[in-house]
C-alpha cells in the first residue's frame, strides 16, 4: 500500500509505547499518522504528539473517529478486548480498508489455545473479522504473531524475578516457546502495513525471533546476570485452580493471569506454528540473549523505550 494513512487505538500502553515510536522513525512512509484518544487521556500523548502524530478525539466504536483513515491498528489491553468486534464494524463504517486486531504473541486460533480463556476475545475477534470480510469487498485484515516478547522474560508475569533470581513456572522447563523483542515486534508492525494486500483479503505475518526452552531461556539469564537462578516448578493444574479461584472472585485480570501462566508452561504446544514469514521483512531479528543483554543495558542506562 503506498503511504497509508494510520490510526492506533490503545497507543498509551505497554506495545503502544514502542509501535509508536516505530511509526515516527518512519514517519516519511505515511500519509497520516494518528492516535484515537479520549478528551480526558490527552496529557498522555504529548509527546508523540509533538513529534508527529495528530490526535483524533473520539469514541472506538464511532465511525467519525476513523473517516480519512485507511488502516487501524488495535493495541488495546485484555480487559477492552472484547470492544473489538464494534470498533471493527464502526471502522469498517468509516471506509477503513486494513484492521489488525490487538494480537501480537501466539497464534490463539489454533491447537490447545482454542480451549483456553485468556485467548478468548482474540478468538472472537477474528471471528468476526472472519465473518464480515466476505461482505465488505475493500475490507481486510492483518494478524502479527510475535510469540512472546522478551522483554516479559524479565517479568514477574512470566515466573521471572531478575533481582531475586527466582523462576516459577507451572508446567515443564522443556517447553519451548517462539520470542521476540517488542522492538523487533514494532517493526514487524510498522513494515507490514507497507506491504501490498492479500488476495484472500487476510494476512497472517508469522515473525517470531526465535524458539528457545525455558531451559534455554533461564540459562541464558542465569549467563548474562552472572548469576544462578532458583527454578520452581508447579502442576499445571494449580494454574488451572489458582484461575478458577480468581474467576470466582470477580477478579478478571488474575483469571486471565493464571490461565496464561498455564499455557507458558504446557509441554507439546507450539504458539506460532511454522513456516514463518520473517524473510518477508527488511531486517534480522534479534537473537534472545543479544536481547537481553540490551534490554538490561538499556535499562541500566535508563534508555528504555
Ligand atoms: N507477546 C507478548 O509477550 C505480549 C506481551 C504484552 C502484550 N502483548 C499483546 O499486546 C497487545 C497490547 O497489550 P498491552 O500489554 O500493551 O496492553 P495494555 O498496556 O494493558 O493496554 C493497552 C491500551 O488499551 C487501552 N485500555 C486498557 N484498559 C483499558 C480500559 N479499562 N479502558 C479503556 N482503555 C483501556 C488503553 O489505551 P489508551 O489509554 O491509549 O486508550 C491502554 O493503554 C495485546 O494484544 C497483548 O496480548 C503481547
Given at each position: 500500500?503506498?503511504?497509508?494513512?494510520?490510526?492506533?487505538?490503545?497507543?498509551?500502553?505497554?506495545?503502544?509505547?514502542?509501535?509508536?515510536?516505530?511509526?515516527?522513525?518512519?514517519?516519511?512512509?505515511?500519509?497520516?499518522?494518528?492516535?484515537?484518544?479520549?478528551?480526558?487521556?490527552?496529557?498522555?500523548?504529548?509527546?508523540?504528539?509533538?513529534?508527529?502524530?495528530?490526535?483524533?478525539?473520539?469514541?472506538?466504536?464511532?465511525?467519525?473517529?476513523?473517516?480519512?483513515?485507511?488502516?487501524?491498528?488495535?493495541?488495546?489491553?485484555?480487559?477492552?478486548?472484547?470492544?473489538?468486534?464494534?470498533?471493527?464494524?464502526?471502522?469498517?463504517?468509516?471506509?477503513?480498508t486494513e484492521f489488525y486486531p490487538s494480537e501480537y504473541?501466539?497464534?490463539?486460533?489454533?491447537?490447545?489455545?482454542?480451549?483456553?480463556?485468556?485467548?478468548?476475545?482474540?478468538?472472537?475477534?477474528?471471528?468476526?473479522?472472519?465473518?464480515v470480510v466476505p461482505q465488505h469487498a475493500s475490507f481486510?485484515?492483518?494478524?502479527?504473531?510475535?510469540?512472546?516478547?522478551?522483554?516479559?522474560?524479565?517479568?514477574?508475569?512470566?515466573?521471572?524475578?531478575?533481582?531475586?533470581?527466582?523462576?516459577?513456572?507451572?508446567?515443564?522447563?522443556?517447553?519451548?516457546?517462539?520470542?521476540?523483542?517488542?522492538?523487533?515486534?514494532?517493526?514487524?508492525?510498522?513494515?507490514?502495513?507497507?506491504?501490498?494486500?492479500?488476495?484472500?483479503?487476510?494476512?497472517?505475518?508469522?515473525?517470531?525471533?526465535?524458539?528457545?526452552?525455558?531451559?534455554?531461556?533461564?540459562?541464558?539469564?542465569?549467563?548474562v546476570q552472572g548469576v544462578k537462578y532458583t527454578c520452581?516448578?508447579?502442576?499445571?493444574?494449580?494454574?488451572?485452580?489458582?484461575?478458577?479461584?480468581?474467576?470466582?472472585?470477580?477478579?478478571?485480570?488474575?483469571?486471565?493471569?493464571?490461565?496464561?501462566?498455564?499455557?507458558?508452561?504446557?509441554?507439546?504446544?507450539?504458539?506460532?506454528?511454522?513456516?514463518?514469514?520473517?524473510?518477508?521483512?527488511?531486517?534480522?531479528?534479534?537473537?534472545?540473549?543479544?536481547?537481553?543483554?540490551?534490554?538490561?543495558?538499556?535499562?541500566?542506562?535508563?534508555?528504555?523505550?
Amino acid at each position: 500500500m503506498a503511504s497509508p494513512s494510520v490510526i492506533l487505538i490503545g497507543a498509551s500502553g505497554w506495545l503502544g509505547n514502542y509501535v509508536s515510536l516505530e511509526f515516527l522513525r518512519n514517519r516519511s512512509s505515511f500519509t497520516r499518522l494518528a492516535i484515537l484518544t479520549e478528551e480526558h487521556k490527552r496529557h498522555k500523548f504529548a509527546d508523540v504528539e509533538a513529534k508527529g502524530f495528530e490526535l483524533i478525539i473520539g469514541s472506538y466504536t464511532d465511525a467519525a473517529s476513523f473517516k480519512g483513515f485507511d488502516t487501524v491498528i488495535s493495541l488495546l489491553g485484555n480487559l477492552v478486548m472484547k470492544d473489538q468486534p464494534a470498533i471493527i464494524d464502526a471502522a469498517i463504517a468509516a471506509g477503513v480498508t486494513e484492521f489488525y486486531p490487538s494480537e501480537y504473541g501466539s497464534d490463539g486460533h489454533q491447537g490447545e489455545f482454542l480451549s483456553n480463556g485468556y485467548w478468548r476475545e482474540k478468538q472472537r475477534t477474528v471471528a468476526h473479522l472472519r465473518a464480515v470480510v466476505p461482505q465488505h469487498a475493500s475490507f481486510n485484515y492483518s494478524v502479527v504473531m510475535t510469540g512472546h516478547f522478551v522483554e516479559f522474560a524479565l517479568m514477574p508475569l512470566f515466573g521471572v524475578d531478575i533481582a531475586k533470581h527466582t523462576f516459577e513456572l507451572y508446567g515443564s522447563p522443556g517447553r519451548a516457546g517462539e520470542w521476540t523483542s517488542a522492538r523487533d515486534a514494532a517493526k514487524y508492525i510498522v513494515q507490514s502495513t507497507l506491504l501490498p494486500k492479500s488476495e484472500s483479503r487476510e494476512r497472517w505475518f508469522r515473525v517470531p525471533g526465535g524458539l528457545y526452552t525455558w531451559r534455554e531461556v533461564i540459562a541464558t539469564l542465569e549467563k548474562v546476570q552472572g548469576v544462578k537462578y532458583t527454578c520452581t516448578y508447579l502442576s499445571q493444574q494449580e494454574a488451572v485452580d489458582k484461575a478458577e479461584a480468581c474467576r470466582k472472585a470477580g477478579d478478571v485480570d488474575g483469571e486471565l493471569a493464571f490461565l496464561l501462566k498455564k499455557n507458558l508452561g504446557e509441554l507439546g504446544v507450539v504458539g506460532v506454528p511454522q513456516p514463518w514469514d520473517n524473510e518477508v521483512f527488511g531486517f534480522e531479528p534479534e537473537g534472545f540473549e543479544q536481547a537481553v543483554r540490551r534490554i538490561l543495558e538499556e535499562r541500566s542506562e535508563g534508555l528504555q523505550e
